[in-house]
Structures are given as structure tokens and as C-alpha cells.
């Protein structure tokens, strides 16, 4: 695990999108190919609109999401929305894109979304997770029922989850699949935040999801802080 300090979020979005397309680059060289998986919310949308400028081989590229709220493709609200507006443009319009929501009947029956996306799971190479200040980490919340088997399943695949405290039903990848990754990025900013940090460091825990991700992971985490 290494830690790298930024004295802001746009110095921290700067250094994230360079590593991002690094070690995607090492992943095209090796296999000719390589899948990105990223988070949404509004904290990505500096990274997002630094990485689509990088000289990367784009079109070798798969872009998909750690995670998707059940929500049409449109939606406000949509993970996916936010990536076809803030990353797949400039060069990055010529990567393919996963949505985990495709359509209004998958915003409807996640259930039935998760299946048709494991029939064909591809597991992501480089991950870039955010955290909130709950401990949640993609859309694996403290307070989700599904909480127990996302982190005990050990094969990759997505699941749906449905914290209580937060809207819409979730479509998530599961624990095994954000530790197989080869390159799995945090990226955290603020005080309040910073402080969850350093509890989710000290030891796995259900009521910190995210502990689970940093203590567990194989070739460990790269943390960006601001």
C-alpha cells in the first residue's frame, strides 16, 4: 500500500489520472487490451476530465463502473450519465463503454441487469474507488442487508445491494472482484474523510467496508489524499 499527499483536489485529480493511464498502458502492452472500472458521484469529475486528455490507446481501452444506481441511463442520478459526459470525450471517445444500466427495464429489475452483466463478467484490470464518509466504498454500504455476502462471495461478479440510508437499489461489484483487480486506486479528499482513512487502516470491519478493501487486497492499494 503506498500513500501519496496533494495539496489539493486538482493537484490530486493531476496525479491521478497520470498513474490511471500508467497502469493502463502497462496492461495494453502486456495483453493488447486492458478494463477500467470508475466510481461516480461529483468528487471524479476533475480526474475524469484530466484522463480523457492523456495519450493513451484508447481504443484498446474497455470503460465500465465499479458501480451503477438503479436508475435509468438518463437519470440525473446516473453514474453512467456522468462518464459519457466528463470522460468518454477527447480521446477517450474512442474507448468502448460498459454501462452497468443500459436501459429503463434494467433500471427496473437490477436483478435481472446483474445476471445478464455475470453472464459476461470481464474482470477489471485498474479500479479508481471513491469513499464516503459512512466507510462505503463503491456501492457496498455498511448498512446494505447484502452487505455480508458482497465481502464473503469469492468469486468476482456484481450483486445488488440496497443501503437503507442511501437512495435507489445498487448495482455493485462485489469484494472478490475490487481485490482481483491488478491496480486498485483510492481516492480521498477532506478532513472528514481523511479521518475514516486512518480507521479503515487499523483493521477490517463491517461498519468501515472500504477496511475490507485496503486490508485485503493482494498487491495493495494506491491512495491519493488532498
Excluded at 152 to 175: E, F, G, K, M, Q
Amino acid at each position: 500500500m503506498r500513500q501519496f499527499e496533494h495539496g489539493s483536489t486538482m493537484d490530486q485529480a493531476e496525479a491521478l489520472a497520470l498513474s490511471i493511464s500508467h497502469a493502463l498502458e502497462l496492461v495494453i502492452k502486456v495483453r493488447g487490451w486492458a478494463v477500467l472500472a470508475v466510481s461516480g458521484g461529483r468528487s471524479p469529475v476533475p480526474m475524469f476530465e484530466r484522463l480523457r486528455y492523456r495519450p493513451l490507446r484508447w481504443d484498446c481501452v474497455t470503460v465500465t463502473l465499479v458501480d451503477e444506481r438503479a436508475v435509468p441511463p438518463d437519470d440525473p442520478d446516473s453514474n453512467g450519465r456522468l462518464v459519457r459526459e466528463h470522460l468518454l470525450r477527447e480521446g477517450a471517445a474512442r474507448a468502448g463503454f460498459l454501462p452497468l444500466v443500459a436501459s429503463e427495464a434494467d433500471a427496473t429489475d437490477p436483478v435481472a441487469a446483474v445476471a445478464r452483466l455475470n453472464a459476461a463478467f470481464r474482470q477489471p484490470d485498474v479500479i479508481v474507488l471513491g469513499m464516503g464518509e459512512d466507510g462505503h466504498t463503491a456501492s457496498l454500504f455498511p448498512d446494505a442487508p447484502e452487505l455480508q455476502d458482497a465481502v464473503s462471495d469469492p468469486a468476482p461478479r456484481y450483486v445488488v445491494t440496497h443501503p437503507t440510508l442511501a437512495p435507489h437499489a445498487r448495482i455493485t461489484l462485489n469484494l472478490a472482484a475490487l481485490l482481483a483487480a491488478e491496480r486498485t486506486f483510492l481516492a480521498v479528499a477532506g478532513e472528514a474523510k481523511a479521518a475514516v482513512l486512518e480507521r479503515a487502516l487499523e483493521g477490517p470491519t463491517p461498519a468501515l467496508p472500504v477496511s475490507y478493501v485496503l486490508q485485503q487486497h493482494r498487491r495493495g492499494v494506491d491512495i491519493f489524499r488532498a
